[in-house]
C-alpha cells in the first residue's frame, strides 16, 4: 500500500504500519466478508472561555480512533475503538466482522437446552452450537 505524504505523518504519529493495516483488514474479512474498510481520525481542539475580558479557562484535546466497517452482502457490521494500539484494532475488526456475521446467523431459529445454552438450527433443523 502507498499513502500519500500527509497521511504518512498520521500513520508516523500514532505508530501504525502498513502491515498492521493489512492484519486489521484481513481479520475484518475473516468472518466471510466482501467487503471491509477503516476509518482513522483524529481531532484537535482548542477551548477558551472569557468572562469581562478576563480568561476564566482554557483547554486543549486530542481525540483519535478508528472506526471498522465490514459489509457481507446486504449485512453490515461497526465497531470503534478511541485506542489505537494493534490489540485494540484487531479486536474492533474481529468484532465488526462479527456483528455481520451475526446479522445472517441469527435469523436462524435456536432452541435452549436445560443449561439456558442457545442451539441454532439452520434451514435443514439441524442442530449447531
Not at 11 to 20: D, N, P
Not at 97 to 110: D, G, K, M, P
Request: glycine share 8%; charged share 25%.
Amino acid at each position: 500500500m502507498n499513502f500519500p505524504e500527509h497521511e504518512l505523518h498520521f500513520f508516523q504519529k500514532f505508530g501504525l504500519t502498513t502491515r498492521l493495516i493489512e492484519r486489521c483488514l484481513g481479520e475484518a474479512l475473516s468472518a466471510g466478508g466482501d467487503f471491509a474498510d477503516l476509518y482513522f481520525e483524529s481531532i484537535t481542539s482548542s477551548a477558551i472561555s472569557v468572562d469581562e475580558s478576563i480568561v476564566k479557562s482554557a483547554s486543549q484535546g486530542v481525540s483519535a480512533g478508528c472506526g471498522v466497517r465490514v459489509c457481507s452482502g446486504d449485512r453490515t457490521g461497526y465497531a470503534y475503538t478511541d485506542d489505537l494500539s494493534a490489540e485494540r484494532l484487531l479486536r474492533a475488526a474481529r468484532t465488526a466482522a462479527l456483528i455481520a456475521l451475526w446479522i445472517e446467523v441469527s435469523n436462524h431459529e435456536y432452541n435452549e437446552n436445560e443449561e439456558g445454552q442457545r442451539r441454532w438450527l439452520n434451514e435443514s433443523r439441524e442442530e449447531h452450537v
